[in-house]
Nanobody, 116 residues
Framework: QVQLVESGGGLVQAGGSLRLSCAAS????????MAWYRQAPGKQRELVAGITSGGGTNYADSVKGRFTISRDNAKNTVYLEMNSLKAEDTAVYYC??????????WGQGTQVTVSS
């Protein structure tokens, strides 16, 4: 089993930056795809960014050029660097680890609030 613990959320002004971290337990961390999702009030959860075990990345169009996902397999940690934050980035951000359809885990979420 993989446990995920997010940190780094908070309140920031529009145009500011935050870095989210997700620390994972378990030796299989380096094998799986890591991703950040977010869910705003009244909206569905959406993919923000993902990173494969080989370091390949993908981003939602809304965050391209502003957010950067990275991973440190030695530390079992994935990061989300968020710059030029906008009010519409306000959401609960969730970390996800997926290796197979049955090995799919979520963190508890961390709140990001961007004030305009």
């Amino acid at each position: 089993q993989v446990q995920l613990v997010e940190s780094g959320g908070g309140l920031v002004q529009a145009g500011g930056s935050l870095r989210l971290s997700c620390a994972a337990s378990g030796s299989i961390f380096r094998l799986g795809v890591m991703a950040w999702y977010r869910q705003a009030p009244g909206k569905q959860r959406e993919l923000v960014a993902g990173i494969t075990s080989g370091g390949g990345t993908n981003y939602a169009d809304s965050v391209k050029g502003r957010f950067t996902i990275s991973r440190d397999n030695a530390k079992n940690t994935v990061y989300l660097e968020m710059n030029s934050l906008k009010a519409e980035d306000t959401a609960v951000y969730y970390c996800n680890f997926k290796l197979t359809t049955k090995i799919d885990y979520w963190g508890q979420g961390t709140q990001v609030t961007v004030s305009s």
